[in-house]
């Protein structure tokens, strides 16, 4: 019989940094990002540690790793079940909501390490986090500047007065964006949808409201989020 072909290393390298990050997954749930440690993820490995560090390096290595990992599934999931862009605002931005409460609901550690307390000692490199940590709101963007264009969606001061000292840092943030419809007041309404968003999700996940207010919180979520759209969508 054959024997089976050895491994790449880059196929080697890809399945030990798989094996870390399922590792580390487990002890972010169940110690939690402060106390989460190389030694320990190397030590259920199986590995000594000068294996290991040609993976990763260090505490904040590992702590990236996963930060990646976390917000490229969420996003994953989001894009998984996004709705048709031109079905309007409201259908796909509550799709949007509900898919991120659920993947929350879901992975409640690794939720907390995104969007929870920042883990003492530890910055994320923005040049390695942030393109897969905004791909949820980028698409939020995108929803909200077709839909303004599309006429769904209200441009213009309306009930919104953006204060003239954040003028040119709104102006600054929609160049970013790329955006083509939404002007100041639109975006500020859209900065709202989105910081209502991860407020509601995480009120739920940390526990804020207690276990007890609602006896259908997936109900209590869903009007909360037609009302924050609705601030967006209302002239």
């Known amino acids: 019989m054959p024997l089976a072909p050895r491994p790449s290393r880059a196929e080697h390298r890809e399945d030990v940094t798989r094996r870390i990050l399922e590792i580390g997954r487990r002890h972010l749930a169940e110690q939690g990002a402060a106390a989460l440690s190389l030694r320990a993820v190397t030590r259920d490995l199986g590995m000594v540690s000068s294996a290991v560090y040609r993976y990763v390096a260090n505490r904040d290595e590992l702590l990236t790793l996963l930060v990646v990992d976390a917000y490229t599934e ?23 909501a509900k898919t991120m409460r659920e993947w929350a609901l879901a992975e409640p550690a690794r939720y907390a390490l995104l969007y929870g307390s920042p883990v003492p000692g530890y910055e994320a490199p923005g040049e390695v986090t942030s393109g897969p940590g905004t791909r949820v709101l980028l698409l939020l963007v995108r929803l909200l500047d077709d839909a303004a264009a599309a006429g769904a969606v209200p441009t213009g001061a309306g009930r919104v007065a953006v204060p003239r000292m954040i003028g040119a840092d709104l102006a600054a943030l929609r160049r970013e964006l790329g955006v083509r419809a939404v002007d100041d007041p639109t975006l500020v309404r859209g900065m709202f949808l989105w910081t209502a968003l991860v407020g509601l999700v995480s009120s739920e996940v940390f526990g804020h409201l207690g276990p007890d207010v609602f006896r259908r919180p997936d109900v209590a979520f869903e009007h909360q989020v037609r009302l924050a759209i609705a601030v967006v969508t209302d002239p």
């Open 74 to 96: 969420l996003a994953d999931a989001v894009d998984a079940t996004a709705a048709p862009v031109g079905g309007g605002f409201a259908t796909p931005v509550l799709t949007l």
